[in-house]
């Protein structure tokens, strides 16, 4: 999965995820992080499931690829799902998701 901004700013970029967020029951259970060169998604309840990207600077902003996974045996079952809501939040935040 490639996910890419037209925002040069990583810290933007989380706020714009953060505020496409809101007050969302998932947001209690999603919590994004960024930090020079990646951009890290930890998934709460019944376990820790983290999804890590690696940030690069794009034509138009920033891109992010995702270069791991560790999915707890409980989210497993839902991972689909939750990568959808994650897309759409992405997509709410100005993201573009290529999967």
């Known amino acids: 999965m490639r996910v890419t901004f037209n925002e040069t700013d990583r810290n933007k970029v989380l706020e714009n995820i953060k505020n496409a967020l809101g007050q969302?029951?998932?947001?209690?259970?999603?919590?994004?992080?960024?930090?020079?060169?990646?951009?890290?998604?930890?998934?709460?309840?019944?376990?820790?499931?983290?999804?890590?990207?690696?940030?690069k600077p794009g034509t138009n902003g920033l891109e992010y690829t995702l270069t791991g996974e560790k999915i707890a045996f409980a989210h497993r079952a839902f991972k689909g799902e939750v990568t959808e809501k994650i897309i759409k939040i992405v997509e709410k935040a100005g993201g573009i998701v290529v999967a």
């Open 24 to 55: 969302r029951k998932l947001a209690d259970l999603l919590d994004f992080s960024v930090s020079p060169g990646s951009l890290i998604v930890k998934i709460t309840k019944l376990g820790t499931s983290e999804l890590s990207f690696t940030e």
